[in-house]
C-alpha cells in the first residue's frame, strides 16, 4: 500500500524521537510495550495543570467545573472513538490489566462457579489470563485453552467444538502481543453468544492500530490502555456492554462511587461513576483524549495502512536472513505489525543489548506470555513492533544491525 | 555432579531466565560446584566463572566474594583481582539493563549459602 500521509510531520511530533542513543539515531520499535507521545498529548497535560486542575464532580468553584467537564469530554470522546454507545460503558481504569481484573473481581466472581468453564487462548497477555486463573481456583470452574494451527493462528475448529453450555465466558485478545495475529472476536463472540458465553476482549494491541467497533464486535466487556496508543501511563479503559452493565457489581468501594451513605450501608451510583471509586486520573484522562485527537486526525485505517505496509517490508527482509527464526505467520493475512522473531545460537537478551548499542530499540523476552513461550517451546523471543511514526528506512538500518548480531559471538 | 548437598534455584522474572546451582560441600568448605540452566550469554557466563572461582573456598569467602563481584558491577572500588575470571565482567556495570543477568547466579549462591550457614548453626545449637 502507498503511504498516504507525510511521516515526516508525524515524527517533528514527537519530541522523544530525536534522542539519541549512545549518538546514534534512535529506533524505536518497542511500541507493542509503550507508545511515544506527540505534543499535543504532553501539551493536554500541562495544559490541565496551568488552567484547569481541581477535583471532579466534587465541588463548587469554576475550575471544579472545568476539570469535570474535561474527564466527560475525555469519556464521550472514547465513547466515539470505540462507537460504544452510551457514556455508562466507559470506565477509566488504570490500564488493560486493571480492566480485566474488574471483570473477574466483580461479573466473574458471582455468575462463574462450580463446573463452568472459560475459554482462553494460549497466546493470552499474563493480564488476560491470570485474573481467570484466580476464578477458576476460587469458585472451583475450569480453564480451556485455544492453541494455533501450523501458521500460528488460532485452531477455530477446536474452539468451536470447546463451546458448550458450561462455557461462561470467553477471554480472548483482539491481537496478539507476540504472533501479531488478528482474531476473529466478531466470530467468536457470535458463537460464543449462540452458546450463551459473555466475552471479554483484551483490546490492549488493536484499538492504538485499527479502526475497533465494540458494537460491531458485539462483546460484553472490552479492554485497552492509554499508552500503548500514544495516551499517557496510567489511564486505561473498560468498555461494559449497556445490555449486562446492571448485573455487574461495583468493585472498589469509596469516594465519588456512592449515592447515599449511612453508617451501616451505602447506595451507589449509576455507571460509569459506580466503577470509579476514588479520585480519578483525569490527567490521564486528558491526555487519552488528545491521543484520540491525534490518532483520528491521521486516520485509524490510515495508521493500519502504513503499518501493514511496514510489517510486510520488514518481513520480506527478515525472511531473507537465513539463521532468523520468525514466529507468528508470515503473510499479511490477518496480521499487525508485531514481530516475535530469535537470532540461530544467540540468546533474544544478548540480541537486544547489541541492537541497542546502534539505537534500535526492541524488546526480548517472554513478553508476559510464559504458556505461549512454552507453547513455541522457546525461552524468550526477540519483538520489534512498529507504529505510525515508523520508517521503511529504520527497517534498513535495523535489518543492518541485525546482521552484525552474530558476529560479536563468531557465529557465522 | 553426583552427591551435591545443596541445591539452590534461582530465576530471573523478568526475562525468564534459569539456573540451579549444586555445592558440595565438607564443614565450610565448598568441595565441589555445578549449575543447570538457561539464559543470556551474560548469566551463563557469569555462573561458569562463579562455579570455578568458589571451588574450595569457605563459605564467608564466599560470601565476601559474592560482595565484591556485586559491588564491582555497581561501579564500587574493589579488589578485582580477588574475583579471577569473574572481572571480566566488569564491564557489564556499563550496561545497567544487564547487571541482573550477570547477578543472577551470585544472588542464587548467597542464598545457598545463607542456608548452608543457618543449617549449620542450628546443628551447633543441639
Redesign the interface.
Known sequence: MERTIDVKSIRDDFPILKARPYGRDLIYFDNAATTQKPYGVIKAIEDYYTGMNANVYRSAHYLSGVATNAYEEARNKVKKFINAGSEESIIFTRNTTESINLVAYTWAMENIGEGDEMILTVAEHHSNMLPWQMIAGRRGAKLRYVYLDKDGRLDMQSYRDMLSSRVKLVAVQQVSNVLGIINPVREMTEEAHKAGAKVLIDGAQSVPHMKVDVRDIGCDFFAFSGHKMMGPMGIGVLYINKDILDQVPAFMRGGEMIDEVYEDRATFADPPLKFEAGTPNVEGAVGLSAAVDYLENIGMNEIHGVEADLTQYALEKLKTIDFVKIYGPLDMKDRMGVISFNVADVHPHDVATILDQDGVAIRSGHHCAQPLMRYLNVPATCRASFYVYNTREEIDAFIESLKGVRKWFKRN | MDGADIEEKGHNP????TITIYLKTDGDVIKDASFTG?????SQASTSMLMDLIRGKKLDEAKKLIQEFTDMLYKKDVDLDDLGDAQALAGVSD?P??VK?ALLPWKTLEEAVEEKQEERNKEDEK
Not at chain 2, 14 to 17: H, K, N, Q, R, Y
Not at chain 2, 38 to 42: D, K, L, V
Request: contains cysteine; proline residues 0%; glycine residues 16%.
Open positions: 523478568l526475562c525468564g531466565d538457561q539464559g543470556c550469554a551474560i550496561f539493563a544487564r543477568c
